[in-house]
């Protein structure tokens, strides 16, 4: 994509406070939405994933909320531990027919001790 | 259950060296395979992908080749490194358009 060039944004969080991602996705078609999460130096693995007929799944610690109308996608973490701290990307699959997943830029989140 | 293996996890090669990085999968038929790369502190930029045996898909022009012998079996080559070649480069697989899962990825250094 045209972003992968450029730096991260960087979001920064207190250790047990709650944290939103946000992600804006281009392709109105999209029916699956997915939140990823990279440590440093590992491949990114799978948080949480919602599809379209849906605007909110929850998880542990974790709620993915979907905005069809303003092609919106968040990741809220809730009580951030230092764990926490990584790259998250958001990854949209563009329909039924689609072979491959597009992927956002990505975020850091620093959970400052 | 499936698993993903990509191989070696770094490498230092010197410029001008041809390259070959391997990821093989079980657990799965007929899946899509991938090859990402990324630059450090970058997003991810897909390079290639598979939706089957001898069926490669080039996303960016670029100095790399990806090749599927076997069904769950893709591989990363390039006949002679340049410095730009750089980088993380992630090897993943998924059935159809559905979540990736990816490797853990090789650091490659060219020097």
């Known amino acids: 994509g045209e972003n992968v060039g450029l730096h991260l944004p960087t979001l920064s969080v207190q250790e047990g406070d709650n944290s939103i991602i946000n992600c804006a996705y281009s392709?109105?078609?999209?029916?699956?939405f997915i939140w990823y999460k990279q440590e440093s130096g590992k491949g990114p693995q799978f948080i949480i994933d919602?599809?379209?007929?849906?605007d909110k799944r929850q998880g542990q610690r974790v709620t993915v909320l979907l905005n069809k109308t303003v092609k919106h996608l968040s990741l809220q973490i809730a009580a951030t531990q230092p764990g926490d701290s990584a790259v998250y990307f958001c990854?949209?699959?563009?329909?039924?027919?689609?072979?491959?997943?597009?992927f956002g830029q990505g975020t850091r989140l620093t959970i400052n001790p | 259950s499936q698993t993903i293996h990509q191989w070696p996890a770094t490498l230092v090669q010197p410029v001008g060296s041809p390259l070959s990085l391997e990821c093989t999968v079980e657990?799965?038929?007929?899946?899509?395979l991938y090859w990402y790369r990324q630059a450090a502190g970058r997003g991810l930029q897909l390079l290639f992908y598979?939706?089957?045996?001898?069926?490669i898909s080039s996303e960016v022009p670029q100095n790399l080749s990806a090749s599927r012998p076997q069904d769950r079996q893709f591989i990363l080559s390039s006949k002679k490194l340049l410095l730009s070649d750089s980088g993380f480069y992630l090897c993943?697989?998924?059935?159809?358009?559905?979540?990736?899962?990816f490797g853990q990825g090789t650091r490659l250094t060219v020097v």
């Open positions: 993943a697989w998924s059935e159809g358009h559905l979540e990736a899962f």
């Open positions: 392709n109105s078609a999209s029916d699956y």
């Open positions: 919602i599809r379209s007929n849906m």
């Open positions: 990854a949209e699959s563009p329909g039924q027919g689609a072979q491959k997943l597009v």
């Open positions: 657990g799965t038929s007929n899946p899509n």
């Open positions: 598979s939706v089957g045996i001898g069926q």
